[in-house]
Structure formats: C-alpha cells, structure tokens
C-alpha cells in the first residue's frame, strides 16, 4: 500500500514542478515580449487601424501599482509604457495595452493632464473589449501566443 501512494506523491510533485516551470517560461516570453507588434493588433482588431504614432515599449515605472502610462506629445504622437513587474503575464499584459490604448483613443489634443482621463468616453471605449470578448471574440488571448512564436 505504501509503495502506490509514495509513487503517486512523487508523480504529484513532480507535475507541480512542471507547472511551476510553464508559468515562468510564461511570465519570461511576455516581459521578453516586443509590444508594439501586439498593439497593432489590438489597434487593428479595436480600432480599425486607427490610433497613428503610437510607440510602445517596456518600462521600469516607479508607481508601485502603476501598469502602464500614457505620454502625450504636442505634435500628436504617442508613447506607451508599460512595466514589466505588475505585468507578469500576456493576459496582464494585454489587459494594459488596452487601458493605453484607450487614452489615445480619446485624447484629445490640447487637453490639460489634468482632464478626467478615465472619464465617460474612456468607459465607453473600454467597453470595447468586453463587447467583442461576449461576442465571441478572443483576438487578444492570440496576440502574444502569435508573436512569442516567432511572428
């Protein structure tokens, strides 16, 4: 009797360990993860193509709970930053691309920093992935298994 259990512990253990090693393969590809091919996905799938001179990239922010960040340039471009700690995983990771992209969906130019950024037209624009997400829609779970294969 001991033998079946002592084998099934060590099968148990083992597929534990396993499954810790995917989920920190999983969290490297996305912090390795170049972002701006995955917000031109989301850019075409959301916004039609949309949203021009966006660039996005990694960032070590100081905010503790800061996801990502939004800088506004006067010649109506665009810089994404989003840390690489508080998004460990591609569904954070995309969950955040989104939030960027609506605050340059609705930017407005000329707008004080100080503008309600997270105003009605920004929920409205939110909305947009949850839609799609209802309707059957999965185009961001796709994003970074595309491109951490070699897209």
Request: glycine letters at 6%.
């Amino acid at each position: 009797m001991r033998a079946p259990t002592t084998r099934l512990i060590l099968a148990l253990a083992i597929a534990a360990v396993a499954a810790g090693a995917a989920f920190a393969d999983n969290r490297q590809a996305s912090a390795d993860q170049d972002l701006q091919p995955a917000f031109e996905q989301i850019n075409q799938a959301y916004f039609g193509g949309e949203l021009k001179n966006v660039e996005v990239r990694w960032a070590n922010l100081k905010t503790e709970d800061a996801r990502g960040v939004t800088r506004f340039f006067d010649k109506g471009s665009y810089l994404i930053e989003l840390d690489r700690k508080t998004n460990p995983t591609p569904r954070q990771t995309v969950e955040a691309l989104n939030h960027e992209a609506c605050h340059v969906a609705t930017h407005l130019p000329g707008t004080p920093e100080a503008f309600d950024v997270h105003g009605a037209a920004f929920k409205d624009c939110m909305r947009r992935f949850s839609n799609k997400k209802a309707n059957g829609g999965s185009v961001l779970s796709v994003v970074f298994h595309r491109s951490t294969h070699g897209q």
